[in-house]
């Protein structure tokens, strides 16, 4: 895990298995690369993270449409209509999602 301060902002870079479920509250999550259905754990944690809070989600990869659609009907379940959610499709999608 790396943490970084850049233009008064905090930026925590990790893996899935990184992530403490007591992190606080974050402004934005980008999660790549999307290659097919979300797996559970990451499921699981972008949950935790919109019910933190988390009020930007950005999917970058193949498979990010279709990623940020399912995870579009998990927020409108919860009622998360304030949450916005976007997605890249390119491999290298990575310098247009940050």
């Known amino acids: 895990m790396d943490r970084l301060e850049r233009d008064g902002h905090a930026w925590v ?7 403490d479920p007591a992190f606080p509250r ?3 999550c980008l999660l790549g690369v999307c290659c097919g259905e ?8 972008i ?3 919109a019910d933190k809070g988390c009020r930007l989600f950005c ?3 193949p498979a990010s449409e279709m990623v940020h659609d399912s995870f579009d009907w998990r927020l409108v379940d919860k009622e998360l209509f ?3 959610t976007t997605w890249d499709s390119d491999d290298d999608g990575w310098p247009e999602a940050v």
């Open 26 to 28: 974050p402004i934005a």
């Open 47 to 49: 949950d935790s993270l």
């Open 82 to 84: 304030e949450v916005v």
């Open 38 to 45: 979300l797996p559970a754990p990451a499921a699981s944690l």
């Open 13 to 19: 870079i990790c893996t899935l298995g990184e992530v």
């Open 59 to 61: 999917f970058v990869g």
